[in-house]
């Protein structure tokens, strides 16, 4: 009679075979796709404690048998073009799609209110659409209430051109996912069944979240934010993506941001130069005086003690405080504007330098004035940080340029042309929310700081991840409905095991790993490697 030892090796050989055999049916050739080159651990399935885990992983299933969604291309252009017009970005997109939606022909509303939008070029419906041509144009104004003119009202007015570009199966996903053949035929179907899921899936988080990085799977939240240094705080969110595994999943994960805090620019960047946890003398640092004169001719009260510093050490970290800020939102504290405006760089001259014509009301003759007298004259503001470089904007239509002089190779200041720059001194800019910092400019306190955040238990997160499964709650989502798909609310079980740790060999002896972690001590390497150099 078989002792129990043998039926559970026996047992373990019978699994290890099927997952072998499923994973040799997968056929992959393209290295690029999520299965491919999977590589076989010895004893695979046999060696270590066998236990139940959970992963954060959601079973997708196809409730149609036969599941085809319709791939449309959309152009979206501005109905009168002018010179230089840039194409539409990501969120103008949106508002473009949901305007199209809502004042659609009455033949095809219901298909494109099922249908999903990338926000770029690209939306997908379950609905073949009702076009009286294979490319069809159609009109649409965004509301604007201060629009008056005609051509306000222009510039209001864009057309979407459609067109069909495929018919995209969904069971080829499932085809796929359960060990069916992949070959370069099938391969684009496969990708297009994930493109497709993976946008309907974002489709009614555009409103609800910030969508930030990760290829468009990352989204962010401001509540139950952290405050940290150095002019941040650490955003929560998740990632969603659809993974392919043997029954197609929707994958959730928990993620954090840095980002900044919406304040005053000048305020942020005093507590970053003031070195408060680190600053950016984790960064590369500063040393007070190194830029001179350029504290000279400012307010009085601010060309001493820890106005001078802070002057000195913008002027210093100047170029590494263009790469952080780059792209950043913000808005004008002095006046109002229908949109945020985008940082492009900052000027090579502060505000008593920095000089451009100024139209006269009375019709007279153009005068040249300085920024800082111009906001005195105009706005009746005096600024307290005149010897600050000026915040750069580009206007719109100016493309991004990178002007090298040729004699001595440094840049040259790239607002040579002011009448295509607009230029505010950093006092009277406020960050918006959602202004991401660079992962390679997090400086190290705020590296430390996120750490402790995002260091969690296993039970924590998965709480944190089904926290998060229950506030997406997918099956409220009409469309899903439409695209007859069903997700699971429950986390993916999966067999797994506890494997002892491998002995570290050394020469003449060996170490046992304890929790991922021993000792050198008495312990010789085999060979010698290179000296470490600092």
Not at 122 to 148: G, H, M, Q, W
Not at 395 to 412: A, E, F, L, S, V
Request: charged share 25%; with cysteine.
């Amino acid at each position: 009679m078989a002792s129990n030892n043998d039926n559970q090796q026996t047992s373990g050989i019978e699994e290890v075979e099927g997952i072998n055999t499923t994973l040799s049916n997968l056929a992959l050739t393209d290295s690029r796709d999520d299965l491919a080159n999977c590589m076989a651990r010895p004893n695979f399935g046999v060696e270590g404690r066998k236990i139940t885990v959970h992963a954060n992983v959601f079973p997708i299933t196809v409730t149609r048998k036969s599941m085809i969604i319709y791939q449309y291309d959309i152009l979206i252009e501005k109905a009168v073009k002018s010179k230089g017009e840039l194409k539409a970005g990501r969120e103008l997109s949106w508002k473009i799609w949901k305007q199209l939606c809502a004042k659609s022909p009455g033949h095809i509303k219901r298909d494109l209110e099922a249908a999903s939008f990338d926000r770029q070029s690209n939306f997908y419906t379950p609905y073949k659409l009702k076009l009286s041509n294979p490319v069809v144009t159609i009109r649409i104004e965004l509301p604007d209430t201060t629009a008056t003119t005609e051509k306000q009202k222009q510039a209001n007015t864009f057309k979407c051109t459609i067109k069909l570009v495929r018919e995209v199966d969904l069971h080829s996903l499932v085809t796929y996912c359960q060990g069916g053949v992949y070959d370069e035929a099938t391969s684009a179907m496969v990708a297009a069944a994930k493109a497709a899921i993976n946008v309907l899936l974002r489709q009614d988080l555009y409103d609800r979240y910030l969508q930030k990085g990760g290829k468009g799977r990352r989204f962010f939240t401001l509540e139950n934010l952290n405050e940290m240094s150095d002019g941040g705080r650490i955003l929560n969110g998740f990632i969603q993506s659809v993974i392919p595994t043997q029954s197609g999943q929707a994958a959730l994960q928990v993620t954090y941001g840095p980002f900044f805090k919406p304040n005053i620019l000048i305020n942020i960047l005093e507590e970053i130069v003031s070195g408060r946890g680190g600053g950016l003398r984790g960064r590369g640092g500063y040393r007070a005086g190194d830029r001179g004169n350029r504290g000279e001719g400012g307010a009085a009260g601010n060309t001493q003690g820890n106005s001078q510093l802070l002057v000195d050490g913008i002027w210093k970290q100047k170029k590494q405080f263009e790469i952080l800020l780059n792209r950043t939102r913000f808005n004008l504290t002095h006046r109002q504007s229908n949109q945020p405006l985008q940082i492009d760089g900052l000027t090579d001259k502060n505000a008593n330098e920095l000089l451009f014509k100024m139209a006269n009301p009375d019709g007279g003759q153009d005068t040249m004035i300085s920024v800082t007298d111009f906001y005195k004259k105009v706005h009746n503001i005096t600024l307290s940080y005149p010897c600050l470089p000026l915040v750069r904007t580009a206007h719109k239509g100016t493309p991004k340029q990178k002007i090298k002089d040729n004699n001595n190779g440094q840049n040259k200041d790239k607002n040579k042309d002011n009448n295509k720059y607009s230029f505010y001194p950093m006092e009277l800019v406020k960050l918006t929310d959602f202004n991401g910092i660079p992962f390679t400019a997090v400086s190290s306190s705020q590296t430390a700081e996120m750490i402790k955040v995002t260091a969690k238990r296993p039970e924590e997160r998965k709480a944190s991840i089904m926290k998060w499964r229950q506030e997406l709650d997918y099956s409220s989502l009409p469309r899903l409905k439409d695209w007859c798909l069903e997700i699971s609310p429950f986390m993916m079980e999966v067999n797994a095991r506890i494997l002892d740790p491998p002995e570290v060999r050394y020469k003449g002896s060996f170490a046992s790993p304890n929790y991922g972690t021993w000792g050198l001590n008495r312990h010789k390497f085999v060979k010698a490697n290179k000296d470490l150099r600092a």
